[in-house]
T-cell receptor, first 115, second 110 residues
Framework: GAVVSQHPSRVICKSGTSVKIECRSL??????MFWYRQFPKQSLMLMAT?????????EQGVEKDKFLINHASLTLSTLTVTSAHPEDSSFYIC???????????FGEGSRLTVL | RKEVEQDPGPFNVPEGATVAFNCTYS??????FFWYRQDCRKEPKLLMS???SGNEDGRFTAQLNRASQYISLLIRDSKLSDSATYLC???????????FGTGTRLKVLA
């Protein structure tokens, strides 16, 4: 079946640094990918929709200058958390869909801890 | 009112029990429906898509009721390994928009 891979799975960084998370679709092309964050015991929160070859669409309240998204190819989207602060510590997950209206496939998630 | 609603639970059931979850949606343009399972500190994984005629996969049965705008998931003969959070996901027809329920937490007890 389709696989979406996310890297790194875990990252610890100092406050003020930037962290890049990669999301790859391994056996299909994904023109659209999604980025979410999830706090403990809470539901997934959609942050933005990543569109290949164009700007990402951000959800209300998500700072586009803080969470930079680049979707440079049909198989790769990246999320960069810029100038990370402890409150950015969270579980970040990406997903991609295979075809319109099809199921979403999720990456393994990236657990970010900002010290 | 949330676009997709689920009872958060937790549902605590003994091994071998049958348990059912419902998920209601408000957007009549909803076209595709899915149940995902999410284990603690892990990503969601597709459990099953939900088809108009209903569908079954082993111990799991999914139903769709368009008139009343809800989907359901039935788990028979619950196993300890079924303990997880079950997410209802709805795709709005003709769009890339997927709406997530908050999830229903299931604990199967020995």
């Amino acid at each position: 079946g389709a696989v979406v891979s996310q890297h790194p799975s875990r990252v610890i960084c100092k406050s003020g640094t930037s962290v890049k998370i990669e999301c790859r679709s391994l056996d299909f092309q994904a023109t659209t990918m999604f980025w979410y964050r999830q706090f403990p015991k809470q539901s997934l929160m959609l942050m933005a929709t990543s569109n290949e070859g164009s700007k990402a669409t951000y959800e209300q309240g998500v700072e586009k200058d803080k969470f930079l998204i680049n979707h440079a190819s049909l198989t790769l989207s990246t999320l960069t958390v810029t100038s990370a602060h402890p409150e950015d510590s969270s579980f970040y997950i990406c997903s991609a869909r295979k075809g319109a209206g099809g199921e979403l496939f999720f990456g393994e998630g990236s657990r970010l801890t900002v010290l | 009112r949330k676009e997709v609603e689920q009872d958060p639970g937790p549902f605590n059931v003994p091994e071998g029990a049958t348990v059912a979850f419902n998920c209601t949606y408000s957007n009549s343009a909803s076209q595709s429906f899915f149940w995902y399972r999410q284990d603690c500190r892990k990503e969601p994984k597709l459990l099953m898509s939900v088809y108009s005629s209903g569908n079954e996969d082993g111990r799991f049965t999914a139903q769709l009721n368009r008139a009343s705008q809800y989907i359901s998931l039935l788990i028979r003969d619950s196993k300890l390994s079924d303990s997880a959070t079950y997410l209802c996901v709805v795709n709005i027809g003709g769009t890339y928009k997927y709406i997530f329920g908050t999830g229903t937490r299931l604990k199967v007890l020995a």
